[in-house]
């Protein structure tokens, strides 16, 4: 737990009219603590009440993991003839208002509940949201370190030292995985391969589709980095290549993505609304014909989880910060054909928009 986080995390429940803040597994739980809890049937909280010493409990046999702060948190592990709920409760005492971690399982939540009545509950991504959206130096740092190992894997992929044509996607994908692991990633959170017509699902499975010669192959991956204090930080990219020579329809098709991808990014100034980025993205994908076909908004925050504040899209008003991390992957799907997207993790700076990631974004033909 960082000491600048936890007073800026208490002074928005104070805004918020908040008195205590129960997380749980999740990602809000690393980025003030630095310990990742395993998602248990054993509860793991860490209460953090407005005024006082948080406490992090947790199963007895899981405390060896914690790397203990007392002058942040007090440890205090329970017994597996104690009531988790119980001593969680005793912690928040008479606090009326509390705000409970997003991904706390429903289980945990509802027994709150009944060992708490007549408390006002509230998400705690509504204190701890905003706050974990600016990213600070180190943070930045770190999603630029966890971009450039990507790129370095993307590269490889352009260069054509994965082996494509012959291997299932599913062997692709876990080749993927390796090499992100290789690059320094301590966990891979999704390395989606989609060759030809499964190209054009967005969120397609790799499984044992072969791919074959003169095919469009998209490559979305990322995983997790390490970072500071202990909580790692995401990496998301998408690069296309084609197994020989593309089509001119398809050649056509991507440079109006590439276009998008870099009005997106043009546009991700700090003060513009998410939705206006979205806006630019998708106006030249619009106006070239493909509107229907680019089925997704333009991007998602990124840092501690794969997807996060702030979501670049139509309806979100929110104007961009420095410190806002963020994707900007365009896409055009036609079914049963092809696809193709272009992704870059992008940060909002007083300079204007960072773009972390530097693989080549040029349609990259190999296996020809």
């Given at each position: 737990m960082d000491a600048t986080r936890i007073e800026r995390v208490r002074q928005a429940m104070a805004e918020r009219g908040v008195d205590c803040l129960l997380l749980s597994a999740g990602p809000d739980l690393p980025w003030l603590t630095g310990y990742e809890a395993m998602p248990l049937e054993r509860l793991t909280m860490l209460v953090v009440p407005r005024d006082g010493h948080a406490t992090l409990v947790v199963p007895r046999l899981e405390a060896p993991r914690v790397a203990e702060r007392p002058e942040l948190f007090t440890v205090r592990p329970w017994d597996e003839t104690e009531d988790a709920i119980d001593v969680v409760a005793g912690l928040v005492g008479a606090a009326r208002a509390i705000a409970v971690g997003d991904r706390t399982w429903a289980r945990f939540v509802v027994d709150l509940q009944r060992a708490l009545p007549g408390r006002v509950w509230s998400r705690a991504s509504e204190v701890v949201g905003p706050l974990r959206a600016r990213k600070d130096p180190d943070e930045v740092a770190a999603l630029r370190a966890a971009a450039s190992a990507a790129d370095r894997?993307?590269?490889?992929?352009?260069?054509?030292?994965?082996?494509?044509?012959?291997?299932?996607?599913?062997?692709?994908?876990?080749?993927?995985?390796?090499?992100?692991?290789?690059?320094?990633?301590?966990?891979?959170?999704?390395?989606?391969?989609?060759?030809?017509?499964n190209a054009a699902s967005p969120h397609h499975e790799p499984a044992g589709r072969v791919i074959g010669r003169a095919e469009v192959v998209l490559c979305d991956f990322g995983g997790t980095y390490p970072g500071p204090g202990g909580a790692g930080y995401?990496?998301?990219?998408?690069?296309?290549?084609?197994?020989?020579?593309?089509?001119?329809?398809?050649?056509?098709?991507?440079?109006?993505?590439?276009?998008?991808?870099?009005?997106?990014?043009?546009?991700?100034?700090v003060g513009t609304p998410c939705e206006r980025v979205d806006a630019a993205a998708r106006r030249v994908i619009t106006e070239a014909g493909w509107g229907a076909e680019f089925v997704h908004r333009t991007g998602h925050g990124i840092g501690v989880e794969e997807h996060e504040d702030p979501y670049v899209v139509a309806g979100n008003t929110e104007p961009l910060r420095a410190g806002h991390a963020f994707s900007i992957e365009p896409g055009i799907y036609v079914a049963g054909r092809w696809g193709a997207r272009l992704e870059d993790i992008v940060v909002a700076t007083e300079q204007g928009p960072e773009a972390l990631n530097r693989a080549d974004h040029a349609l990259v033909v190999v296996d020809a």
């Open positions: 894997v993307a590269a490889q992929l352009q260069a054509g030292a994965i082996p494509l044509v012959g291997r299932t996607e599913a062997e692709v994908s876990a080749d993927l995985g390796r090499r992100l692991v290789a690059e320094g990633h301590t966990r891979v959170n999704f390395a989606i391969v989609a060759a030809g017509e995401c990496s998301d990219i998408t690069r296309c290549v084609y197994t020989g020579e593309p089509p001119t329809e398809f050649r056509e098709l991507y440079a109006v993505l590439r276009q998008a991808q870099a009005a997106g990014v043009a546009a991700a100034a």
